[in-house]
């Protein structure tokens, strides 16, 4: 007799993303060994790096930096995704989590060239060049300018933003409007309602991302550009009731 396996009777876009994720993280790990870097090809970079091609506006939200990253991003998509796609539909969800996961990318973008425009004022216009032009090479191994304001230049610049945190956030705020009074357990113990969770979450994002902290390297304001853009979302959804996807 045939049984459905429990990855069988996941909805198919989050069978899917898991199936995509994982494989291009594992791609990742594998053609490392070769020398080729799929990061540098499909992390997001700014504008201003010659990394950047605009096909990882995209991609760059398939790529993970680490196990653990993809790990728990992948959870939090399984636990709270399956709900929203079992009741949304496939095709619908599959909007919802593209756009947050574009404006998501959006919002990290747009921060990040506010703080490279300040940062570009409190430099040269030779070693703002110098950044331009020799930054990348300079990471490459593993070094930095030893001028504060060039490193943060640099790393802003030069470093690939990867992961689908953003459009995970959306998620999360979308099960949290969705359904507010469903028990979460922090830690399988300690219970909270989803919509507390989701204002917990997102007033931690914001603080850190406000803190600026210099060796903090996760990309907040995604994770918030996501929550933004589900929000937005919903809402215009809510207000089109006939109209389904």
Request: proline content about 3%; aromatic content about 18%; charged content about 10%.
């Amino acid at each position: 007799m045939y049984r459905n396996s429990l990855f069988g009777q996941l909805p198919e876009v989050i069978k899917n993303l898991l199936i995509i994720n994982g494989l291009l993280f594992f791609a990742t790990i594998s053609f490392e060994n070769y020398g080729l870097d799929l990061v540098r090809w499909f992390g997001l970079h700014q504008f201003q790096s010659p990394n950047f091609m605009p096909h990882q506006l995209i991609t760059h939200f398939f790529m993970h930096g680490s196990f653990t990253h993809l790990f728990f991003n992948m959870f939090a998509l399984w636990m709270f995704g399956k709900t929203l796609e079992n009741v949304w539909g496939s095709k619908r969800f599959l909007i919802f989590y593209m756009i947050t996961a574009l404006g998501a990318a959006a919002v990290h973008l747009t921060v990040s060239q506010l703080e490279i425009m300040s940062l570009k004022q409190q430099l040269s216009f030779e070693e703002i060049n110098l950044v331009l032009e020799n930054g990348k090479k300079i990471l490459e191994a593993n070094q930095n300018y030893t001028n504060p304001i060039m490193g943060k230049l640099n790393l802003l610049i030069n470093t690939p933003t990867v992961g689908a945190s953003g459009a995970v956030f959306g998620v999360l705020l979308a099960f949290g409007m969705l359904f507010p009074n469903t028990l979460l357990y922090i830690y399988f113990a300690f219970p909270i309602k989803a919509k507390y969770f989701v204002i917990m979450y997102g007033v931690i994002e914001l603080w850190a991302g406000l803190s600026n902290n210099p060796a903090d390297n996760v990309a907040h304001f995604a994770h918030l550009g996501g929550m933004i853009f589900g929000y937005i979302l919903l809402k215009y959804w809510q207000k089109n009731n006939s109209r389904f996807y």
